[in-house]
């Protein structure tokens, strides 16, 4: 391992001139944080708050990564404040030649903006990362620095970014380190309550990445219920591959693993696959997450393949006739971790999370090549088994492929007549016709008895589609429900795709407000998604947007297609005040029943739909079909990064986090974010 015998320097301070004043080119007060705090980390509510504990730890990894700690602290503290304690050099105390301050009082009270960064060695920067420990304290009501430094313990205290006395020696100190207390301030955070899994989630991945680094998180805000968690990964990523996979079926024993530093870019990977269908790669620079991947990345995929086809071809498992491995084949059942440190990382994409520096992917790719060519020469155990799960997939792709070229070429898309449960509109103008997906027969039957048949169409789907993620293209294709939209649609798929064909303008999903219908709609929007992009590309896809409530008194009717808006109508249109009295109608949940003769003396009932099926087919039309008093939703791929994660998140086999992603994005109907 290459350890950098480095000088720690903080953006613009440079080591040459030890702690040189000289070198701060530009340095402001903190005004401009408190003003437009968003700008420094994001926003002010959980996120922004979690992110002061960051800022201050990532100092302390920087340490760590320097080479001068091996431990850090996090104490949760009853009254909303946070302590971060680590066993670092402690920030310098010495005056600053041309702020005439302490240096300690510099770095917390000066925003260092234009310096040199990151000098030396490798930082936690990038993104909203490295902006600097005077951002915590601009953001704090009360922070308190205490350093242990020259053998003496040193203190200074703020108030909302501004010191309260000069630095002082309290006492004498053989250790050296540095203790941060802050007390975000409520004038700027909207929330202040810091959530302990989303810490320990963090500071657990922090621990994966800097090997050795010991981090523990004390929650000490209940008394005499004190929890202390602590995270040490010997083993560094590797220890981090072996707990993704701790409930899977490994293909073999040995975690792959090289740590190497070259050309100023140090490169860390471990891999193992599993008997899995899906790849899991996370990506990390300078220990910031790449959600988008990146130059790494890349290397990192094209070193994969290359290696992985060398060693078969030389040891046989490919033999001359046969294809080589594709980067899917590569992909399959991957579990990997990719993180590199380098000293000026560029971070680009749209969430500022994907890394640009070009450099980095020869330097990836040949760390990678090298070590796991050795890695399977040494371990042919392991060896066999990489390959032979490559293999699989390479002769599962090779049969769906040949799978689909024959149902293609058959034309099973091309001639073939409209399905029978097609309710087809009169119109053939594909400008202004639409067709409707609905789930079920019920709502089928009601939406083909309510719609304007002239420009609507109704195709009713039975049960859940297929999982469109796990699904070969093949197995989609005979798949009768599938089958039937495709061929309504008259686009084809695949290769075969053309837009032209369309034969409707707008593809309306209609589904029950329920866990069940998003589930659905989920499964429509990812096959939408991965086979028929052009379709959200032009802006075909929508969702339609069935009313939550009936409210009725007498003759008058209102439909509210939200909470808010019930309440409204309740509070507005009828001049009811207590709104919360009168909830929920007859036909309710037995629990609702006491409260009936309430809904019943206000005259007032409220319906709750749970199905498109309780409506009747002229209540379908008048709240969610007539194009006059709809409420559709138009499909948009804004981000289609984040798209891609959300499906993986709600098809993936992983079953916890999809229902939950499910349940809390259910009811948000807004702005759907695909
Ligand atoms: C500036 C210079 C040096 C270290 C630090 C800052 C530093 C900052 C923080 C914040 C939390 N923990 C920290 N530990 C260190 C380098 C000091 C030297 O050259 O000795």
Excluded at 7 to 22: D, L, M
Excluded at 66 to 88: E, I, K, M
Excluded at 423 to 443: F, H, L, M, Q, W
């Amino acid at each position: 391992m290459a350890k950098e015998k480095i000088t720690k320097t903080n953006k613009n301070i440079s080591k040459s001139a030890g702690y040189g004043a000289e070198q701060i080119t530009v340095l402001e007060g903190l005004e401009p944080v408190r003003k437009r705090p968003g700008m420094y980390i994001g926003n002010t509510a959980k996120e922004g708050l979690h992110h002061m504990i960051w800022e201050v730890v990532d100092n302390a990894v920087d340490e760590a990564m320097a080479g001068f700690c091996d431990r850090v602290v996090v104490t949760l503290h009853p009254d909303g404040s946070v302590s971060v304690d680590d066993n670092g050099r402690g920030i310098p105390v010495e005056k600053h030649k041309t702020t005439k301050l302490s240096a300690l009082e510099t770095v917390l009270t000066k925003l260092h903006a234009g310096g040199k960064f990151g000098e030396g060695g490798y930082k936690v920067s990038g993104g909203l990362h490295g902006v600097g420990v005077s951002v915590v304290n601009a953001l704090s009501s009360y922070l308190k620095a205490e350093v242990r430094r020259d053998g003496k313990i040193w203190v200074q205290e703020y108030e909302r970014g501004k010191a309260k006395a000069n630095v002082k020696p309290i006492g004498n100190s053989k250790e050296t380190g540095t203790t941060i207390t802050f007390l975000p301030d409520k004038q700027i955070f909207s929330v202040l309550d810091f959530d302990l899994k989303y810490i320990l989630d963090h500071l657990r991945q922090q621990a994966y990445l800097t090997k050795k680094l010991t981090i523990l998180v004390a929650d000490k805000r209940i008394k005499n219920n004190h929890s202390i968690y602590t995270f040490y990964f010997e083993g560094g990523i590797a220890s981090y591959v072996r707990h993704l996979n701790r409930n899977k079926t490994p293909k073999h024993d040995r975690v792959f693993y090289v740590e190497k530093e070259k050309d100023g870019v140090q490169t860390e990977i471990a891999l193992q696959y599993v008997d899995e269908y899906n790849e899991t790669v996370i990506s990390f620079a300078n220990n910031i997450y790449t959600v988008e991947g990146g130059m790494h990345l890349q290397g990192f995929r094209t070193a994969l393949t290359r290696t992985l086809n060398k060693y078969a071809r030389d040891k046989g498992f490919l033999k001359e006739k046969d294809d080589n491995l594709t980067s899917d084949d590569t992909k399959e059942g991957i579990t990997a971790v990719v993180s590199v440190k380098l000293k000026e990382p560029q971070f680009e994409g749209q969430t500022k999370a994907k890394l640009g520096n070009a450099e980095v992917k020869p330097i990836v790719e040949t760390v990678l090549a090298e070590a796991l060519q050795n890695f399977l020469e040494e371990n042919p155990r392991d060896a066999e088994g990489i390959i032979s799960k490559c293999l699989l997939a390479q002769k599962a792709r090779t049969a769906a492929r040949i799978a689909r070229d024959s149902v293609l070429r058959k034309g099973a898309f091309d001639g073939l007549t409209l399905p029978g449960k097609l309710a087809d509109c009169s119109s053939r103008d594909p400008k202004n016709t639409e067709i409707y997906i609905v789930e079920g027969d019920s709502a089928g039957g009601s939406a083909k008895q309510g719609r304007d048949r002239r420009f609507q169409a109704i195709l009713p789907l039975r049960g859940k589609i297929l999982n469109v993620e796990k699904a070969r293209i093949d197995k989609m294709l005979a798949n009768n429900e599938i089958k039937s939209l495709v061929i309504a649609l008259g686009t084809n798929i695949g290769e075969k795709f053309n837009l032209e064909e369309l034969r409707y303008d707008k593809i309306i999903i209609m589904t029950d407000a329920d866990v069940d219908g998003a589930h659905i709609r989920t499964l429509l929007l990812t096959m939408f998604y991965r086979y028929f992009i052009e379709l959200i590309n032009h802006g075909h896809v929508y969702i339609a947007q069935p009313p939550l409530y009936k409210i009725q008194r007498g003759k008058e009717i209102y439909y509210a297609y939200s909470d808010e808006q019930k309440n409204e109508i309740l509070t507005k249109n009828l001049n009811i005040k207590q709104i919360n009295e009168v909830e929920l109608s007859a036909d309710s949940e037995s629990e609702d029943i006491k409260k009936d003769n309430k809904t019943k003396s206000s005259g007032v009932s409220i319906q709750r739909y749970k199905g498109l099926g309780e409506m009747n087919p002229q209540q379908l039309w008048e709240t969610t079909m007539n194009p006059a008093t709809r409420l559709l939703l138009q499909v948009t791929i804004e981000d289609a990064a984040r798209a891609d994660e959300t499906f993986a998140i709600l098809m993936g086999s992983d079953v916890a986090p999809r229902k939950k992603f499910i349940s809390t994005h259910a009811k948000s109907v807004k702005n759907l974010d695909v």
